[in-house]
C-alpha cells in the first residue's frame, strides 16, 4: 500500500503531462490570435473600418381595414423622415447650414437636437424632421454627398381615411415607450426595442398581431460615413447572407359601415357622447362613434407634444371610447327592465292602473314624478310611453331588488358584453347582497324605488342598453356583440371569419310581457303623448325610451328646476334606446349625450340619424313603405286626438 | 503582533490569488467598455452588478477558506454532489426558459443556473471516489463504469436542457480527471479510436440534416454566413481588426455597432482582442497561464490525494471554460455558449469560482501548516 503523500507523488508524471496540454493548447490559440491579428489583421482592420455590414429592419406594412361595405378605413402611406447620425458628421457648421436651409428649420435648431441627444451613442441616428415633403426629400437625397451623416428614412405611416370618426374603435399605433417596453416584450415574447410601432388602441390594439406582419431585413454594407454602398451580393466574405422580405399584416373587415358612421359622428356633432347600432339577430355591431375623438393618424405620424397635451388636458377626455369604457345611469331606459320584472313576477298585468299624482310617499321620504301635476290613471303602456316614475316605484315596492337584478341580468346588464375590444367596463346591478359586501350595509326598501327608475347604483353602458333592447326586440336572444367580420391574407385567403355568438336564449313566462313592453316602446316614439314623438323620424317604425342619467342627485328644491338652467357640469346625460323597424325589428341602437338634460332632445335625434341611415341604405323597400305607414299613424292619431279633446276638458 | 500577522499571511500563495484578482480587474474594465454604449436599459450598468457579485464571491472565498479545512470538503463531496443534482432535477421540472433553454432556477427571490454548481460537484464527487476506491490502481475500462455514472447522468441531463456547451464541458472536466488518475494509455488509444468511429458513423447514419448541417457552418462559416456564421464572422473581423496594439480603451467599433451578439457575456474576449490587440491577449493568456500553472503545481506538493484531484478537478474548470471560450471566439470552435471565467458576466459562475478559490486556498493553505 502507498501512503498519502507517495500516492500524490505517483502521479505527478500525469500532472506534468497536463501542464504540457495546457500549453499546447494556448500555444495553439495564441497562434490562432497571430493568423487573425497580424497576419490578416491589416485586411481585416481595413474591413472593419471601411465596409460595415448593417443589418436594417425592413418595415412591414401593417394590414388594411375595411368596412363591411367594402371601403377603406384604414390604410398605409409612407412617410419620410430626415436623420442625422452625428458619429458621419464633416464640417458640421457648413453641412448643418446646409440642411437648415434644406428643411427650412430655425437656425441653432439642429444644434439644440444634437445636444439635447448628446449624451446617446454618437452611432444612434437623430430624427432632425419627421414627416418631410417630397421636396425635401429630392434635395437630401440629390446633395448626398455634400452631406456627411444625413440621410432620408422610410417609413410606412398609418392613414386614417375618416380621420376622427370611430376614432376609438379603430385604435392607433404608436412607438413603443420606455416604460412599456418590458410589458409587451412579455405579452408578445418579442424583443421589442425603442422606436418600433404598436397598436396601442381599439382594434389596432385588439388585433396587432395579425395587423402587424413580420418585418423582414436586409443587408447593406454602408462605408464609413454611413452612407449606402451597395447591396451585398458580391463579396466573398459576405457571400451566401440573404436579406430576407418582410411580410405584409393580415388585412381586416369589420361588420362596422362606414356611412352610419358618418351619420352618428354627424348627429353628435358640438355634443359629448356616443351612439352605438347593433344588429339584433347577430350582434353585429354597425356603428359606433363616440365625441370628442381624436386623430389616430397624429400617433402613427409621430405625436407632436402640442396635439399630446390637448388630449391629456382636455376635460371631456376624447381618448375615452364612451361606448364601451364608460358607464352610467341609465335612468329611465331602466324602465323597460322594471317593467318586465313586474310583469313576470305577476305584480302587474296589462290591466293594472295605478294612479299617479305626481309624487309618492315612502317612509319619511316623498319621491316625485317627473310631471309634477302627476298622470293620473296609469298602465304599464301608459307608464313606459309617458315615463311616469310613480308606476314603476309601486310595482317595484312589491318586489325585491334581487328580483329586479334577475331579470337584468337575464338581459345582459351588470356584466360585460365581451366584445373583443380593450378595456370594457362591467356596468352595475345592485343586489343586496353586493351592498353588504362593498359598504357593510344592509339594502333601504327605499334604494329598490330609485333603481327601479334607473338611479342610484344602476349602471349600463351604452353598448349594454343596446344589447339588452335587442334582447327585447328579439324575443330574448343574447347575442355577443363583435365587431370584426373577416381577417384574410393580402392574397385573399381567409384566416380567420367570426360569426354570430348566441350567449343566451332565455324565454319569458308570460308571452304578454314582451307585447305589451313593446308597445309602450313604440309609443314612446309614436304617440303624440310619446316622450320620444318631437324627435321621432320618417320611415324608421322606432320603438325606444327616452331616459335622464342624473349627474347629482337632484335636492328637493332642485326637482324642477330646469335642467338648462343649472351648471353645465350638473347637468342630466340624456340618453335615448331604441330598436327599429317595430314590426320586423332588425337593429338596437343607444345613444347617450353628456350633460344633454333631455333623452329626447338630445339622443333621440342621434339614434334616428344612425337608424335612418341604416333603413334608407339596407332596407330601402321597407323604408318607403313605413313612409306610407308613418302618414297612416299620423292621420290615425290626429283624429282620435280630436275625438278625445273634448272629454279631456 | 505583526510578526504574526505576516506569518499569517505568508500561508497564502500570492501568485495564483494575484493572477486570479488580475483578470477580475482586467474584466471588469472590458466589460464597462463592452457595454457603455448599450441602448437595452440597464445594460450599461452591468459592470457593477459584476462588482457586487465579485465582493459576494470574495466573501464566499474566504468564509470557504477561514472556516472549512480541506477534511471537511472531502466529507460533504458527495452531499455537494446530491445537492446540485437534485437542483438540476428541479430545473427540469420547474425551470425558466431563457434564452430557448430551460437553465434557470427561480428560489424565492434567488434566480440561478445550477449546471453551474455542478461542475465543481462533479469534480468534488469524482475526487472523493478516486481518493477512496483503490487510490493506488491505473484506471482500465472496468474502473471507469461508476465514475462515469457520476459524470454522465447530469451531463446528459445538461445537454437535454439544451444546454450542449456546458455538457461538453462536464465531460471535459471528467475526462481530464481520469487522465490524471492515471488512465492506462491502452485506454486512452482505445476510447479515442472507438469516439472517431462512432462520431464518423453517426455522421453518416445517425444525424439528421439540419445537425450536419451545423457542423458544416462551423468547418466552412462563409458558407452559411446569416446565421451563426455571421456571429462566427463578426467574431473574428472584431480580433482582427485590433492587430497588434489594439483600437483602444472603449473604441471597439464592432461592438459599439452592435454587430457582435452577447457581447457582455460569451464575446467578452473578441471586444477585448479588438480593444487591445495581440500584445493584449498576449498579456491576457499569461494571466490565465499563471493561475493554470500554479494550480497545477499544487496539485502535486499536497498531503492528501483527495485534495490533488480536487485541485485538478477545479483547474480543469477553469481551463477549459477559458481554452473553449476563446477558441470558439477565434474560430477555431463552433459557437457554443461558454462564457469566458471572471470575465464573462455572470452571477452563478462568479459564486462558482468564489467557492473554487476558497477551497484552492484552503488546500493551499494546510500544505504549509506541516512545513
Not at chain 1, 385604435?171 to 413603443?176: D, L, T
Not at chain 2, 457586487?52 to 472531502?74: C, D
Amino acid at each position: 500500500m502507498f501512503g498519502e503523500e507517495e500516492l500524490v507523488k505517483v502521479h505527478k508524471t500525469r500532472a506534468g503531462m497536463i501542464g504540457n496540454i495546457v500549453f499546447a493548447a494556448f500555444g495553439l490559440l495564441l497562434a490562432r490570435l497571430w493568423y487573425l491579428q497580424v497576419y490578416k489583421g491589416e485586411q481585416l482592420h481595413q474591413f472593419s473600418i471601411q465596409n460595415r455590414l448593417r443589418k436594417e429592419v425592413v418595415w412591414a406594412p401593417r394590414g388594411m381595414i375595411h368596412s363591411r361595405d367594402d371601403q377603406l378605413l384604414v390604410d398605409n402611406i409612407p412617410r419620410y423622415d430626415a436623420i442625422l447620425t452625428p458619429q458621419y458628421l464633416l464640417e458640421k457648421e457648413v453641412t448643418l447650414e446646409k440642411l437648415h436651409k434644406i428643411l427650412m428649420l430655425e437656425p441653432g435648431s439642429i444644434e439644440k437636437l444634437l445636444k439635447k441627444n448628446q449624451n446617446q451613442a454618437t452611432y444612434r441616428p437623430i430624427t432632425i424632421k419627421k414627416n418631410i415633403g417630397f421636396e425635401e426629400l429630392a434635395q437630401i437625397e440629390s446633395l448626398n454627398a455634400e452631406l456627411p451623416g444625413v440621410s432620408v428614412q422610410t417609413f410606412i405611416s398609418r392613414e386614417y381615411k375618416d380621420k376622427e370618426v370611430g376614432a376609438h374603435l379603430l385604435g392607433y399605433i404608436s412607438e413603443i415607450s420606455q416604460q412599456q417596453l418590458p410589458k409587451f416584450r412579455k405579452r408578445d415574447a418579442m424583443d421589442y426595442r425603442l422606436g418600433d410601432f404598436i397598436g396601442q388602441f381599439g382594434i389596432e390594439e385588439q388585433l396587432d398581431k395579425f395587423l402587424r406582419g413580420a418585418n423582414g431585413h436586409e443587408f447593406v454594407e454602408v462605408d464609413s460615413r454611413g452612407r449606402r454602398k451597395r447591396y451585398i451580393n458580391t463579396d466573398n466574405l459576405f457571400k451566401g447572407i440573404e436579406d430576407e422580405k418582410p411580410n405584409q399584416g393580415m388585412n381586416v373587415k369589420l361588420t362596422i359601415d362606414r356611412d352610419m358612421q358618418m351619420a352618428g359622428y354627424a348627429a353628435l356633432e358640438g355634443k359629448v357622447g356616443s351612439i352605438i347600432a347593433i344588429d339584433i339577430e347577430s350582434g353585429e355591431v354597425l356603428a359606433m362613434v363616440s365625441r370628442p375623438a381624436f386623430d389616430p393618424s397624429q400617433f402613427s405620424r409621430g405625436l407632436t407634444p402640442e396635439y399630446w397635451r390637448s388630449l391629456i388636458t382636455n376635460t371631456e377626455n376624447p381618448l375615452r371610447d364612451r361606448n364601451i369604457q364608460e358607464h352610467y345611469s341609465p335612468g329611465s331606459t331602466f324602465k323597460a327592465i322594471t317593467g318586465i320584472s313586474a310583469f313576470e313576477e305577476g305584480v302587474i298585468d296589462e290591466n293594472t292602473e295605478v294612479f299617479c299624482n305626481g309624487n309618492l310617499r315612502f317612509g319619511r321620504k316623498v319621491y316625485h314624478c317627473w310631471k309634477q301635476a302627476g298622470h293620473g290613471a296609469t298602465s304599464i303602456t301608459k307608464a313606459i310611453r309617458e315615463s311616469c316614475n310613480v308606476f314603476f316605484q309601486r310595482a317595484a315596492m312589491k318586489m325585491s331588488i334581487d328580483t329586479i337584478a334577475k331579470y337584468a341580468n337575464m338581459f345582459g346588464l351588470g356584466k360585460r358584453t365581451g366584445i373583443s375590444l380593450p378595456r370594457e367596463v362591467s356596468g352595475l346591478i345592485p343586489t343586496e347582497a353586493w351592498k353588504q359586501k362593498r359598504y357593510g350595509q344592509v339594502w333601504q326598501p327605499g334604494e329598490t324605488l330609485s333603481c327601479a327608475i334607473g338611479q342610484s347604483y344602476v349602471l349600463a353602458s351604452t353598448i349594454q342598453m343596446a344589447q339588452a333592447y335587442g334582447a327585447i326586440a328579439n324575443g330574448g336572444k343574447i347575442y355577443r356583440p363583435y365587431v370584426v367580420k373577416d381577417i384574410y391574407t393580402p392574397k385573399g385567403e381567409f384566416i380567420k371569419t367570426f360569426t354570430p355568438e348566441l350567449l343566451s336564449d332565455f324565454k319569458l313566462k308570460n308571452e304578454k310581457t314582451l307585447k305589451y313592453v313593446r308597445e309602450g316602446l313604440f309609443q314612446v316614439v309614436n304617440n303624440p303623448k310619446g316622450t320620444a314623438f318631437a324627435r321621432r323620424g320618417k320611415g324608421i317604425m322606432m320603438a325606444g325610451k327616452t331616459g335622464t342619467s342624473q349627474v347629482v342627485r337632484a335636492t328637493a328644491d332642485k326637482v324642477y328646476q330646469k335642467c338648462e338652467q343649472m351648471d353645465y357640469d350638473y347637468r342630466h346625460h340624456g340618453v335615448f334606446v331604441g330598436f327599429a323597424p317595430y314590426d320586423k325589428p332588425r337593429i338596437a341602437a343607444a345613444a347617450l349625450v353628456e350633460h344633454g338634460c333631455h333623452g329626447s332632445s338630445a339622443a333621440t335625434p342621434v339614434v334616428e340619424a344612425v337608424v335612418t341611415a341604416y333603413m334608407q341604405k339596407y332596407h330601402p323597400e321597407s323604408y318607403l313603405e313605413n313612409l306610407e305607414k308613418d302618414k297612416d299613424i299620423h292621420a290615425q292619431w290626429v283624429k282620435t286626438l280630436k275625438a278625445a279633446a273634448p272629454a279631456e276638458e | 503582533m505583526y510578526q504574526t500577522l505576516l506569518q499569517y499571511l505568508k500561508r497564502y500563495d500570492f501568485s495564483f490569488l494575484g493572477s486570479f484578482f488580475a483578470i477580475f480587474l482586467v474584466g471588469v474594465l472590458n466589460l464597462y467598455s463592452a457595454t457603455h454604449s448599450q441602448s437595452h436599459e440597464g445594460l450599461d450598468m452591468l459592470y457593477r452588478s459584476q462588482i457586487i457579485w465579485w465582493l459576494l464571491a470574495s466573501v464566499v472565498a474566504v468564509v470557504v477558506s477561514v472556516v472549512f479545512n480541506p477534511k471537511t470538503f472531502e466529507r460533504v463531496s458527495y452531499f455537494a454532489y446530491g445537492v446540485t443534482f437534485f437542483l438540476l432535477i428541479l430545473v427540469m421540472v420547474m425551470g425558466d426558459v431563457g434564452m430557448g433553454a430551460q437553465r434557470w432556477l427561480q428560489l424565492g427571490p434567488i434566480r440561478m443556473q445550477p449546471s453551474e454548481f455542478m461542475k465543481l460537484g462533479l469534480a468534488m464527487a469524482l475526487a472523493r471516489y478516486f481518493a477512496r476506491v483503490q487510490p493506488e490502481k491505473e484506471l482500465t475500462f472496468r474502473d471507469l463504469l461508476i465514475p462515469g455514472i457520476i459524470a454522465g447522468v447530469p451531463a446528459i441531463m445538461v445537454i437535454l436542457q439544451p444546454d450542449l456547451g456546458t455538457g461538453m464541458l462536464l465531460l471535459l472536466i471528467f475526462a481530464m480527471m481520469i487522465f490524471y488518475k492515471r488512465l492506462k494509455w491502452r485506454t486512452i488509444i482505445t476510447l479515442v479510436v472507438g469516439a472517431l468511429v462512432a462520431g464518423v458513423l453517426m455522421y453518416n447514419f445517425g444525424l439528421r440534416e439540419y445537425q450536419r448541417k451545423r457542423i458544416h457552418t462551423f468547418i466552412d462559416p462563409y458558407a452559411d454566413a446569416k446565421g451563426s456564421g455571421y456571429n462566427a464572422i463578426q467574431s473574428e473581423i472584431a480580433i482582427g481588426s485590433g492587430r497588434l496594439f489594439g483600437k483602444g480603451f472603449k473604441n471597439s467599433s464592432q461592438a459599439s455597432l452592435q454587430y457582435l451578439p452577447e457581447n457582455h457575456t460569451d464575446f467578452v474576449f473578441a471586444i477585448f482582442n479588438e480593444e487591445h490587440g495581440f500584445f493584449g491577449s498576449v498579456f491576457l493568456v499569461v494571466l490565465y497561464l499563471i493561475m493554470f500553472m500554479r494550480l497545477i503545481w499544487l496539485a502535486s506538493s499536497v498531503q492528501r490525494f483527495y485534495d490533488s484531484v480536487l485541485v485538478v478537478g477545479i483547474m480543469s474548470i477553469f481551463f477549459w471554460h477559458t481554452f473553449v471560450n476563446m477558441s470558439m471566439v477565434s474560430g477555431l470552435m463552433p459557437i457554443v455558449g461558454i462564457p469566458l471565467p471572471m470575465m464573462s458576466y455572470g452571477g452563478s459562475a462568479m459564486l462558482t469560482y468564489g467557492v473554487c478559490i476558497g477551497m484552492v486556498t484552503a488546500i493551499s493553505n494546510s500544505r504549509n501548516f506541516f512545513n
